[in-house]
RNA sequence: GGGGUGGUAGUUCAACUUGGUUAGAGCACCGGCCUGUCACGCCGGAAGUUGCGAGUUCGAUUCUCGUCCAUCCCGCCA
């Protein structure tokens, strides 16, 4: 074979006169009849080489019949091109390789899409031939990217003392949590493995052993519904340490993230990010994940109400609801049609039951539920969420869950409407003091917010009987321009306290013993105080890459149905194979 | 589980609102011409079960229902 002595993005003037050899895919043609010029693509570059009939008439009659996607090999000679030939747009755009051999490895069928284009194809179609997708340059910087990020992060981590360490793909289910993939077992007739949804026993059970810092870039699976952050596997960075407390965690956790922002992208983040608490988190922006980059903060506006003629918002409160409003700056121009599309927007998927407003004028405020507001409170609601002229107030009234959710649907929608987010800023934050627990309405019990082995802040420990709903926990995330990039805790070390968790959240000594037996057994035997996080890689990428879809950072990832097109899993198997793991279908009655 | 959007040559889209002649265009593909292009250009050609199934109708790409797939969102995701 023709072996290249140079790949496709390196060729410069200064070459000019060497002999050469590339390898590469033909990406572009461009046929002059006698001459024709070719961009010959790998990895690395493009690189044109022209086959001249006059002066190499072998070479010109086997790229004749060539195409787009061809993978060939040239031997020929590097020449500087005719000045007024240069491609300044292109590295390589100084010379020409005129070729005077060719080698065909392979020629490729009409490619099923444009590959210099992605936009060329739809995505269920892109994702089909995810391989040829991965041609574009795009993907290819994308992975680069994706790569790069690991290796800072294991050099970082490695540098800091941690040690990486494997852990079981195959485990047990676990009870609580996200649906777990099953695997059947094949030697013990019906029972199961789990695949991970993270390796959060094991971490745990690596820092009894005394491996006081541990990590490892881990891939973890959860059989849940997908959107365009959520993929059924995902990569994570997994982190678990032993003497330390929160503050510790958040400093590495920051130190990384600045180190991944400033050595892939050339950001740099500041040297401590904001700490907010989940209640305040939840108060200004409505949720747990808040996009920071710009205001529009939620406003309380009970106040108000209890001052107005708004019987609506009135019994709302009265009923242990909330009001709560947020300024939309320079968007009383909103027309009746806006405002009614925003209004179904936060009726359609935040269940709300409808968006009051009020525009404001020149000290005064108007139209929508204006009316039922007297002068002096319209001046002091001015005031006091700082409404200029222009601007419309949007208020929700309703349950705590329904304000929340609604209001920060509603303040991403407008800033996305208004162009209020500047792309070039990054709002890193973490958000601390999660509640341990949250109250299950229908199973009428209380959940683990974040997992069952999260500590409680001892801070509270007093009211860990009396009123578990408000005990903190010692839990933490870390968030990026709105998007949950990480989070962690630090975990309950004492098989007691463990026990007692177990009890807060109903799951009795039996089950708990069944399930976490292992991990509670080994808290009997020397427990380090221990906490750790874990970090969203796909998350982080898709930020660093500037994508809005983890899809676009993984090199083959599934559909929102957890279909890989390309490979048609999952599929069917033998009866044979089921017979092998005592399995048997059950098909649903039609 | 629920809602929004989309599905028409290999591909990206148009025609559908108001059902009616032969379902059009760009790129790709095939053939021809062209010696400095880099979105090369020019001439010609082939290419369609309009996702699938049913219904309404004299007639359905178009209207209705169901279904499948993709995508975005709600629920869900310790």
């Known amino acids: 074979m023709l072996k290249r002595s140079h790949n496709c993005g390196e060729l410069r003037n200064e070459n000019a006169g060497q002999e050469i050899v590339l390898n590469g895919w033909i990406s572009k043609r461009r046929d002059h009849g006698g001459l024709i010029f070719i961009d010959l693509r790998d990895r690395y570059g493009k690189t044109q080489i022209v086959f001249n009939e006059e002066l190499h008439e072998d070479a010109y009659k086997q790229i004749f019949r060539l195409g787009l996607e061809d993978v060939i090999g040239v031997k020929g000679v590097v020449v500087a091109r005719p000045t007024e030939a240069i491609n300044s747009e292109m590295p390589t755009g100084e010379i020409d390789v005129e070729v005077r051999e060719i080698h065909v490895f392979n020629e490729a069928e009409p490619m099923p899409f444009n590959v210099n284009d992605r936009n060329s194809a739809s995505e269920d179609h892109r994702l089909k031939f995810r391989y040829l997708e991965l041609r574009t ?284 987010i500047d792309p070039n800023v990054w709002a890193p934050l973490w958000v601390v003091d999660f509640p341990l627990v949250e109250w299950n309405e229908d199973e009428k019990r209380w959940d683990a917010l974040h997992h069952p082995f999260t500590s409680p802040n001892f801070k509270d420990m007093d009211k860990m009987d009396s009123n578990p709903g408000e005990v903190r926990s010692l839990a933490y995330d870390i968030v990026m321009n709105g998007y949950e990039i990480g989070g962690g805790s630090i975990r309950i070390h004492s098989a007691e306290l463990q026990a007692k968790i177990f009890t807060i959240l109903g799951i009795g000594d039996d089950e708990a013993q069944e399930k976490f037996g292992f991990l509670m057994n080994a808290f009997k035997y020397g427990a380090p105080p221990h906490g750790g996080m874990a970090f969203g890689f796909d998350r982080i990428v898709m930020l660093l890459a500037n994508c809005t879809q983890i899809r676009d950072v993984i090199a083959f990832p599934k559909t929102t149905s957890a279909i890989s097109l390309m490979d048609e899993s999952p599929a069917n198997v033998d009866e044979k194979q089921l017979q092998d793991l005592h399995l048997e279908i059950i098909r649903a009655k039609s």
Request: glycine share 4%; charged share 30%; net charge negative.
């Open 137 to 420: 340059k795009e993907l290819q910087a994308n992975l680069k990217l994706r790569h790069e990020s690991a290796q800072i992060t294991r050099q970082f981590l490695h540098d800091e003392d941690f040690i990486e360490v494997e852990t079981p793909v195959l485990m047990k289910s676990t009870p609580e949590g996200a649906r777990d993939f099953l695997v059947p077992s094949r030697l013990h007739e019906g029972k199961f493995y789990a695949l991970p949804q993270s390796p959060q026993t094991y971490k745990q059970l690596l820092m009894v052993s005394g491996f006081d810092k541990y990590f490892q870039i881990v891939k973890c699976f959860r059989d849940e519904d997908f959107r365009a952050d959520r993929q059924p596997e995902f990569t994570q960075i997994d982190i678990e340490m032993s003497f330390i407390d929160q503050e510790d965690i958040i400093d590495l956790g920051t130190r990384l993230t600045r180190k991944l922002w400033s050595e892939t992208i050339n950001a740099e983040l500041p040297e401590q990010f904001p700490v907010l608490n989940y209640y305040d988190a939840l108060e200004m922006y409505g949720n747990d994940k808040p996009d920071t980059r710009f205001g529009m903060e939620l406003q309380e506006f009970s106040e108000f109400v209890q001052q107005s003629e708004f019987y609506a918002f009135k019994s709302v409160l009265d009923n242990g609801g909330r009001v709560k409003a947020i300024v939309a700056p320079a968007c009383a121009k909103y027309s009746r049609k806006i405002i009614d599309e925003l209004t179904n927007f936060v009726k359609q998927y935040h269940n709300a039951k409808g968006l009051a407003w009020m525009k404001a004028g020149d000290n005064v405020l108007e139209g929508g539920i204006s009316k039922f507001f007297p002068e002096t409170i319209q001046k002091d609601i001015i005031e006091n969420c700082k409404v200029n002229e222009g601007d419309i107030v949007f208020i929700i009234g309703d349950d705590a869950k329904v304000v929340f959710s609604a209001l920060s649907a509603l303040r991403l929608e407008i800033a996305k409407r208004e162009n209020l």
